[in-house]
């Protein structure tokens, strides 16, 4: 299943280049990882990236979105602004791609449990708002944090480990059914 992932730091747009190897093994087109923010001033920089990621038509698109930890490590916007930002991208990839399913992860971080509690309402929020193209990814809050909180997945409570990557994998491919 060729996809897309999207990650609001280019240190996870590189794990999800890792992460696709394990994901997908021999994939039928190469994984593309986008580095997007969800604030609009960065968005349409970001996005002008797309048309050079674009999964080719006749396959099925797919998204894998992990925004949110970067906003979480700072005073929250406004929650109608930062759910308009994310609608905006996620109308993004529904012009480009009517047929999209778009995964959204609900992110974690060390010490950032009420921002990213607040996310993830938010994040559930956008997938009731968008029934037919936004759906539940994995939840970071429960298995990233796990019982030592995050020491095993993240090397710095905030990006994965090697041993994070393998699990956000096994994340990816139980939520996406194989």
Same mark, same amino acid.
């Given at each position: 299943?060729?996809?897309?992932?999207?990650?609001?730091?280019?240190?996870?747009?590189?794990?999800?280049?890792?992460?696709?190897?394990?994901?997908?093994?021999?994939?039928?087109?190469?994984?593309?990882?986008?580095?997007?923010?969800?604030?609009?001033?960065?968005?349409?920089?970001?996005?002008?990236?797309?048309?050079?990621?674009?999964?080719? &038509?006749?396959?099925? !698109?797919?998204?894998?979105?992990?925004?949110?930890?970067?906003? =979480? %490590?700072? +005073?929250?916007?406004?929650? /109608?602004?930062?759910?308009?930002?994310?609608?905006?991208?996620?109308?993004?990839?529904?012009?480009?791609?009517?047929?999209?399913?778009?995964?959204?992860?609900?992110?974690?971080?060390?010490?950032? &449990?009420?921002?990213? !509690?607040?996310?993830?309402?938010?994040?559930?929020?956008?997938? =009731? %708002?968008? +029934?037919?193209?936004?759906? /539940?990814?994995?939840?970071?809050?429960?298995?990233?944090?796990?019982?030592?909180?995050?020491?095993?997945?993240?090397?710095?409570?905030?990006?994965?480990?090697?041993?994070?990557?393998?699990?956000?994998?096994?994340?990816?491919?139980?939520?996406?059914?194989?």
């Amino acid at each position: 299943m060729p996809f897309i992932a999207i990650a609001n730091a280019s240190a996870y747009a590189a794990e999800f280049g890792l992460i696709a190897r394990e994901l997908l093994p021999r994939p039928p087109a190469p994984p593309s990882a986008i580095t997007v923010a969800t604030r609009k001033s960065s968005i349409n920089a970001d996005l002008a990236n797309f048309d050079s990621v674009k999964i080719s &038509e006749g396959l099925e !698109n797919v998204v894998l979105c992990n925004l949110g930890v970067q906003e =979480a %490590a700072l +005073p929250l916007p406004l929650e /109608a602004t930062w759910k308009e930002n994310y609608q905006y991208i996620i109308d993004a990839f529904v012009a480009a791609m009517p047929n999209v399913k778009i995964y959204l992860v609900k992110p974690w971080g060390r010490e950032l &449990e009420t921002n990213v !509690n607040t996310l993830a309402g938010w994040i559930d929020d956008l997938i =009731a %708002a968008n +029934p037919a193209t936004c759906f /539940a990814g994995h939840d970071e809050r429960s298995w990233v944090k796990g019982v030592d909180d995050g020491a095993t997945m993240t090397y710095d409570g905030l990006h994965y480990s090697a041993a994070g990557m393998v699990e956000c994998a096994a994340q990816w491919k139980t939520i996406l059914g194989y």
